[in-house]
């Protein structure tokens, strides 16, 4: 990966925030709000983004009637992070 083929979704910091926190394991909605700091709208916006690229995968199901969407980070995604953060090392050792 070269410097102009980062993807564009590496471009925001609640992207990279919701990717980097889902390498250790899934994540809810609740969760990862709270890492990110981010509004449940604008939260929803870029885990849908996530999504739609294949980065994450979200499953949804209900514990007492209330709806609860668990995300996890698919292996493009991984691929995707580790690519970036190889990018990011090479970049350091110039």
Same mark, same amino acid.
């Given at each position: 990966?070269?410097?102009?083929?980062?993807?564009?979704?590496?471009?925001?910091?609640?992207?990279?925030?919701?990717?980097? @926190? +889902?390498?250790? $394991?899934?994540?809810?909605?609740?969760? !990862?709000?709270?890492?990110?700091? &981010?509004?449940? $709208?604008? +939260?929803?916006?870029? !885990?849908?983004? !996530?999504?739609?690229? $294949?980065?994450?995968?979200?499953?949804?199901?209900?514990?007492?009637?209330?709806?609860?969407?668990?995300?996890?980070?698919?292996?493009? $995604?991984?691929? &995707?992070?580790?690519?970036?953060?190889?990018? +990011?090392? @090479?970049?350091?050792?110039?």
């Amino acid at each position: 990966m070269k410097i102009n083929d980062i993807p564009n979704l590496f471009q925001s910091k609640i992207r990279l925030a919701i990717i980097t @926190s +889902l390498i250790d $394991g899934s994540k809810d909605f609740k969760q !990862l709000k709270e890492l990110t700091e &981010a509004t449940d $709208g604008n +939260l929803s916006t870029h !885990l849908s983004k !996530l999504e739609k690229e $294949g980065y994450i995968l979200s499953e949804k199901h209900f514990i007492q009637r209330k709806p609860k969407s668990t995300y996890t980070l698919t292996l493009t $995604g991984r691929k &995707a992070f580790e690519e970036y953060v190889e990018l +990011l090392s @090479s970049l350091l050792k110039r």
